[in-house]
T-cell receptor, first 114, second 113 residues
């Protein structure tokens, strides 16, 4: 399968702990996006990269969230000092060099903060 | 601005009927207008999209129409089938070419057989 891959698929953690999610985009895609989705809502934009450059970060995103894409391939999203409100599905998506606009989503990483 | 609104929030139709979902947006720089379908427990997937240089696009039973002056675009599904039951999101691109998609809150479509 050469689609977008996310790990782990599920993460349960206690409040105050740090968590990290990884996203491997489709190999030839240069743009990578992170979204967050809660039950009954649409995906909410968090941040996106073109190659290794982080071009935009949502102003709704607190300083506890950080994302990296060090070599322009895979990306990590870290949440420090997790809070119960961080519980959500974290979706990664990538788009290709042709810039058709279509986002290809991964299966997501579900975070539960107890 | 990045306001995106979808109507209705839920829609129930009888199998074989048509369904229409409308999306309004606020960013006048938007020029790419996709619709995504998300089945329960699955990832969102693109079903149709349109760019601002055309007013309508069709793909078999689905179509999208765009009114850029009024800042809205609509998804049309004809001859609905039970497998069309899902959540549909509009996601206009914000900030011009190559920038992020801003998703609406979604429309739950139920097709009753």
């Amino acid at each position: 399968d050469t689609g977008v891959s996310q790990n782990p698929r599920h993460k349960i953690t206690k409040r105050g702990q740090n968590v990290t999610f990884r996203c491997d985009p489709i190999s030839e895609h240069n743009r990578l996006y992170w979204y967050r989705q809660t039950l009954g809502q649409g995906p909410e934009f968090l941040t996106y990269f073109q190659n290794e450059a982080q071009l935009e970060k949502s102003r709704l995103l607190s300083d506890r969230f950080s994302a990296e894409r060090p070599k322009g391939s895979f990306s990590t999203l870290e949440i420090q000092r997790t809070e119960q409100g961080d519980s959500a599905m974290y979706l990664c998506a990538s788009s290709g060099r042709l810039n058709t606009g279509e986002l290809f989503f991964g299966e997501g990483s579900r975070l539960t903060v107890l | 601005g990045e306001n995106v609104e979808q109507h209705p929030s839920t829609l129930s139709v009888q199998e074989g009927d048509s369904a229409v979902i409308k999306c309004t947006y606020s960013d006048s720089a938007s020029n790419y207008f996709p619709w995504y379908k998300q089945e329960l427990g699955k990832r969102p997937q693109l079903i149709i999209d349109i760019r601002s240089n055309v007013g309508e696009k069709k793909d078999q039973r689905i179509a999208v129409t765009l009114n850029k002056t009024a800042k809205h675009f609509s998804l049309h599904i004809t001859e609905t089938q039970p497998e069309d039951s899902a959540v549909y999101f509009c996601a206009p691109q914000v900030g011009g070419y190559g920038n992020k998609l801003v998703f609406g809150a979604g429309t739950i479509l139920r097709v009753k057989s």
